[in-house]
Each structure stands twice: as C-alpha cells, then as structure tokens.
C-alpha cells in the first residue's frame, strides 16, 4: 500500500490500520509487487553495494529498453505529453540531492552543449528556500531515486508555486510521491537500491538524463539523423562498455590497500567529470568515513594546493577528452608538492605508472557517455577502501536511505 502525503499506519502481526492527514481511518489500495525475491537477495556478493555495482550493465540495458530497440528518438518516453510541453521550453532547471544532484550537474553540460538550452542545476534543499526568478518557460526537472526526498519534494512544490508549469521527473519508484506530482516522468529502471550509498541509480539518471537531452535536442532541430544514430549505437553499447570496466574490480581492491590509513583524500576533474569527482568522493566520506573533496583541477592553484603532501591521496579522473593536457598540468602541480596521484586515465592518454603515480587504465574512452564509465572505478574505490577500514557498507552511520525528513 503506498500511504498518501500527511498518512500514519499502525502496524500489527496480523493487522493494519492506516489514518490519513485529518486522522480519519482510511483504506488504500493494495498493489502485489512484482519484485522477485532475486532481486533482493546478496547471492554471491558480500553487501548489497557491492552487488548492485555489478548490477549496473543490467540496470543500464533495462534503462534503455525502449530506445536501444527502437530506430529513432522520441519525446513519448517521457510521457503523452512530453512532444507539446518540450516545443514550449526554453530552458532548464534541475532540482536535486547528494548523488542525483550531481547527476543534474553532468547533465548540465549535456543540455547546454547539445540541446543548446541553458540549464541551471540547484540542490533542493537550498531552491525550497530562495526567493527566485521564475520563468514559465523553464522545463523543471526533479532527479530521485526514491521519489521520496522531503527537501526534492518540497522544491518541487516551490517551484510550482513560482508557476512553473513544465514538470518531469527522473526517479527509480513508479508510485513515488514524486512521479506522482509531476506532469512527465521518465523512471529509471534499477531495480531496488539497498545500500545506502547510491551506485546504480546514479549511472541509471545519467543515461536517463543524456536521453532527455538527446530528445531536446532533435526536437530543437540541434541532432540530424546521423547524430542521432551514432548517439543510439553508443548507447546500445553502454551495458558491454561498463561490464569492461568492471573489470578492473580486482586492480582497484589493491589500491584501496593503499587509503586504509589515510584521513583525508582530494578528487580532481575538470569540465563533463568534475561532477564525477564530486561523485567519487561522496561516496568515499559517506561509506570509509574518509573526509574527501572534490575540485574542478584548474581550482587547484586558488587554494586546494595547499594541502597537498605525501599524505593527502589525489584522485584524478582522466577521461581522453579536450581538457586532458590542462588536467596533466594541474596534475604535475600536484606531484611537484609530493602528492601521491591515483589516475583513472581512458586508453591513449599517455599516463604511466612511476614514482608517486598510480594509473588504473580505463579500457577505451566513449565521449559524451564517459562520465558513467568514470563513475564505476571510483563506486568500487569507495567500497573497497570501506572494506579496509570495516565499516557498515550498506548501512553507513548516522545516514539513510529515503531522507524523508527536512
Ligand atoms: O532518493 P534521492 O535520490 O532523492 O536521494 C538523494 C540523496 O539523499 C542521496 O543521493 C544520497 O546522497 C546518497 N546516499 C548518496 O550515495
């Protein structure tokens, strides 16, 4: 039974009773899941993080069912409404949290370079409170995976209440409140998330995401029907790509070796994978306890710098992109002050292992989609340092799953 907003259920052994908002006793409908027990099961894994890393090619593949077997893009896979409502757009607007808001910052990129709209990305938390400007013409894009995330939820109201009326949202659970109040919707098909650290529910709003750009896109006129076919083939070779890339689980586990001791780790990215930093170490501080940070490189040199020593890890995400030799520079700058680097590099970037350097080779580089690649070394990078240090993996302390409180 899903409970309505303002709903209290008693729960017993052999009985319930459910009272809505005002206190009256109410009843709500009963809906079989579908779930199978499989799919909450560990089976051959030690935590559910662990398990749904592994889980991501299927999650991607299921994601992406509707597209990869059709030939062409189209704004119905948002909703009935989607091709009236994208043609009255303008802009965008991304309301999200802790994982799925840097989602929404990937996505950033995505919708400005391709679909050429300008987008704004804000943490929910923070816009439910800001007196801001709002234009009607702006599509409001809520990012979840629960559908349940007060802070979301109520930024969401807000931005309603400013007279937003273009409303979609990208989330996880069909019957979430959240789907629920949104006029389109595109739901991710991950399958139940355990682990409290968010794996592939994020990878999944990325793929989720890049579609709703590409459909912007060819609706704007920005993607003419080659475009479109490279980025469909891409797409369809998403699932194998990040199965490759799990492959580097062992590799990664022995480099966690190397953090059990540190307290304090630096992630750098530059442009499209700075938010996989950001990304990479949330995931770090909220499953090792490690404290970590995330900076765009080139922010190196207006502070961070400073911190850099022997002791401080600096995780550097590499992608083989237009940004590389800016990023090799920031890099040198970190070795000059005796930092040990960690380089997540894409084949063909020329990195190598030395003195101080560790390279984890990325097995190939795949453009626009490279931010879901980068993201699974540093998922397992966070679980396996977790490991080390034996903590509570699936359920880290303080923290949970659906923050549906403010
Ligand atoms: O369910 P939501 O996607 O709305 O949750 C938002 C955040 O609470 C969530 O992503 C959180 O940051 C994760 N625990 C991160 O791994």
Redesign the pocket.
Known sequence: MYLEEGDVAEIGLSSHRIFDASGQAVERPVHVSTLSNESMELGEYRHYMQKEIFEQPQALADTLEAVCYSQSLVPGIFGAEAAAAFSQVDSILIL?????HHAGLVARYWLEEIAGLPCSVEIASEYRYRVSVANPKTLVVTV???GE?AD?LAALNHARAQGHTHTLSICNVPESALVRLSKLRMLTRAGPEIG???TK?FTTQLAALFLLTLVLAKQRGRLNEEEEQRHLHDLRHLPSAVQAVLKLEPDIARLAENFADKHHALFLGRGLHYPIALEGA??LK?ISYIHAEAYPAGELKHGPLALVDQDMPVIAVAPNDALLEKLKSNLQEVRARGGELYVFADAGTRFHSGEGVHLMQMPEHAGYLSPILHTIPLQLLAYYVALQKGTDVDKPRN?AK??TVE
């Open positions: 999200a949290c802790g994982t799925s979840s995976q629960s995330t979301t409290v650290a968010s529910a949330l995931k909220e923290l659906s923050v």
